[in-house]
């Protein structure tokens, strides 16, 4: 079974650019999952879709993130003007919905470096 | 709101040693632990989790933690570490009321490093 992928596994932009971050779930997996750690930081929550629909997004830190999962499938993260602050791993994970809390599997993660 | 508090962000000890990462949470209501790890180059991965019954878990790799819940904690230990143990890892929690949707909270996370 093919875990859950991320990519691209590093990008390096310049402050002002956009950058578009993609993860795929595991196969049938209908929660998804991003987070993210800043350097020197805990890993924190951004936003959890069930299928296609956005479950809670309490955790996107403003309006210059927009995360998407059309379909229901894969999700894409946009940082649309990237700031330096928003440097860091952005990690995705997955779990099936099966009524009960479910383990969730995470993707190797995405560095992003915002110069 | 939640919240995790792993004391040590650095261990270094020689193999054979045993290893106790502490882990403590903040949250009202009943919640579901867990402990992740995450080795040089891999992604994080599940080493055990805790959602009713038997405080005493344990996990892969001879792992086991313990939930107090008097004390909010939820320990990790090891009696004997291998230089393959050599990792980063977190403490996390979710709630277990099913309208928190499963948000994981984490911990700072430890990084131990195992001397041959």
């Known amino acids: 079974e093919a875990g859950v992928t991320q990519f691209p596994s590093h990008s390096v932009i310049e402050k002002g650019q956009t950058v578009t971050l993609r993860c795929d779930p595991i196969s049938g997996h209908d929660n998804l999952y991003w987070y993210r750690r800043v350097m020197g930081k805990e890993i924190k929550f951004l936003l959890h879709?069930?299928?296609?629909?956005?479950?809670?997004e309490s955790g996107m830190p403003n309006n210059r993130f927009l995360a998407e999962r059309t379909g229901g499938t894969y999700s894409t993260l946009k940082v649309q003007p990237a700031e330096l602050e928003d440097s860091g791993v952005y990690f995705c994970?997955?779990?099936?919905?099966?009524?009960?809390?479910?383990?969730?599997?995470f993707g190797p993660g995405t560095r992003l470096l915002v110069l | 709101a939640q919240s995790v508090s792993q004391h040590n962000h650095h261990v270094i000890l020689s193999e054979a040693a045993s290893l106790e990462l502490g882990c403590n949470y903040s949250y009202g209501g009943t919640v579901n632990l867990f402990w992740y790890v995450q080795y040089p180059g891999q992604h994080l991965q599940l080493l055990l989790k805790?959602?009713?019954?038997?405080?005493l878990v344990k996990g892969i790799k001879g792992f086991e933690a313990e939930f107090i819940k008097s004390k909010f904690s939820f320990n990790l230990r090891k009696p004997s570490v291998q230089w393959s143990d050599t990792a980063e890892y977190f403490c996390?929690?979710?709630?277990?009321?099913?309208?928190?949707?499963?948000?994981?909270?984490f911990g700072g996370g430890t990084r131990v490093l195992v001397k041959p």
């Open positions: 994970a997955s779990s099936p919905v099966t009524g009960t809390v479910e383990t969730q599997y």
């Open positions: 805790y959602f009713s019954g038997d405080p």
């Open positions: 996390a929690v979710t709630s277990v009321i099913k309208a928190a949707g499963n948000k994981l909270t």
């Open positions: 879709f069930v299928k296609e629909s956005k479950q809670d």
